[in-house]
């Protein structure tokens, strides 16, 4: 299971990736249950919503993808999530 670093900084997602990757770090990115339970057992309770590294790349809800590249191997999403919520929701929180 990856060492996580916690940043409570509101951001975009966009903003987010970019501050993780000028620290040679990069967005979460989820791939069995064992690093979500980890991730989730570390996030401060007082806020419910953290970017992870997952962005829908061709957009509509239709081709979600590790931001470092490469198919999604782990699913276990909210049901109807990802949803494109309001037509302009391409990437993942957790």
Request: charged share 25%; aromatic share 10%; hydrophobic share 35%.
């Amino acid at each position: 299971i990856p060492e996580y670093i916690v940043s409570t900084d509101e951001m975009t997602w966009d903003d987010a990736k970019a501050a993780c990757e000028s620290s040679s770090q990069k967005l979460a990115e989820i791939c069995s249950q064992a690093q979500r339970d980890a991730l989730k057992a570390i996030l401060p309770a007082e806020n419910n919503r953290y970017w992870i590294g997952i962005r829908d790349v061709v957009g509509e809800n239709e081709n979600y993808e590790y931001a470092t590249g490469g198919s999604i191997i782990y699913t276990d999403w909210i049901k109807n999530e990802p949803n494109n919520y309001g037509g302009t929701a391409d990437c993942v929180e957790l």
